[in-house]
C-alpha cells in the first residue's frame, strides 16, 4: 500500500532551525512535494525534489532520498508566522499525490 | 508564481439546494484540476480528477452523480453539490497543474485555490 510517516507534532523556538522528517512508500514514484497550510487554508507549495539531493530555496530548504524513501524539509530562522502544518507529498505512477496528515509545526517565541 | 483562484470562498446554505464551486488558473493552462475535500483536523481527500474536455475521474466512495464536475476549458473546473446535506459541510479545494506550453516544460505541480467552505444547514 501507500503511505506517509511525519511526525504529527513539533515544537521550535523563534530564529531556530527545524528539521521536518517524512518517510514514504508509493508505487512507483515521479518525485515529492512539500507544502504549507496555515489553519483553516489551503495548501502553499514549498519545494519538489525529484532527484536525490538538497534544494535549497531561500529559509527552506528540502533533501530526498530515493533509495531509502526519505525526506525532510529544513526550515531555518524560524518565524513565527511559520507556525502551520507541513505537508509531505509524493507522487506516485499516475502522478497522483499521496497525502498524509502532515506535521503541525509550533513556534514559540 | 502559478496563481488558482476559487470562488465562493465561503457559502452557506439550505439542506437540499445544490451549491457549485468555480475554480479558475489565472496565468496558466491547466489541462487536469484537482478537486479535494477537508474535514477538521484531517488530511486532504482527493475527491476527483479532472481533465479538460473529457469526464472527470472519481475516487473510490465519491458520487459521481452527487458531485458534478465540468472542466470546460484549461482555465475553469466548476465543481457542484447537488442536493447537499449537512453531512456535505466541508473544506473544499481545487488545485491546477501545469500545461506544458510549447518550449516549456511541466512541473506537475498543483497549485491550490484558496479552498471553499460550506456550510449546509
Known amino acids: 500500500g501507500q503511505n506517509i510517516d511525519q511526525p504529527t507534532e513539533m515544537t521550535a523556538t523563534e530564529g531556530a532551525i527545524v528539521q521536518i522528517n517524512c518517510t514514504y512508500q508509493t508505487s512507483g514514484f515521479n518525485g515529492l512535494f512539500w507544502y504549507q497550510q496555515h489553519a483553516g487554508e489551503a495548501p502553499t507549495f514549498l519545494s519538489y525534489?525529484?532527484l536525490d539531493g538538497l534544494e535549497e530555496k531561500g529559509r527552506f530548504s528540502s533533501f530526498l532520498s530515493r533509495s531509502k524513501g526519505y525526506s525532510y524539509l529544513l526550515l531555518k530562522e524560524l518565524q513565527m508566522k511559520d507556525s502551520a502544518s507541513y505537508l509531505c507529498?509524493?507522487?506516485?505512477?499516475?502522478?497522483?499525490?499521496?497525502w498524509g496528515a502532515g506535521t503541525k509545526l509550533i513556534i514559540k517565541p | 508564481g502559478a496563481v488558482v483562484s476559487q470562488h465562493p470562498s465561503r457559502v452557506i446554505c439550505k439542506s437540499g439546494t445544490s451549491v457549485k464551486i468555480e475554480c479558475r488558473s489565472l496565468d496558466f493552462q491547466a489541462t487536469t484540476m484537482f478537486w479535494y475535500r477537508q474535514f477538521p483536523k484531517q488530511s486532504l481527500m482527493l475527491m476527483a480528477t479532472?481533465?479538460?474536455?473529457?469526464?472527470?475521474?472519481?475516487e473510490q466512495g465519491v458520487e459521481k452523480d452527487k458531485f458534478l464536475i465540468n472542466h470546460a476549458s484549461l482555465t475553469l473546473s466548476t465543481l457542484t453539490v447537488t442536493s447537499a446535506h449537512p453531512e456535505d459541510s466541508s473544506f473544499y479545494i481545487c488545485?491546477?497543474?501545469?500545461?506544458?506550453?510549447?518550449?516549456?516544460?511541466?512541473?506537475?505541480?498543483?497549485?491550490f485555490g484558496p479552498g471553499t467552505r460550506l456550510t449546509v444547514l
Open positions: 488545485s491546477a497543474r501545469d500545461h506544458p506550453t510549447s518550449g516549456g516544460e511541466s512541473t506537475d505541480t498543483q497549485y
Open positions: 507529498a509524493p507522487m506516485d505512477s499516475n502522478y497522483q499525490l499521496i
Open positions: 525534489n525529484v
Open positions: 479532472s481533465n479538460e474536455g473529457s469526464k472527470a475521474t472519481y
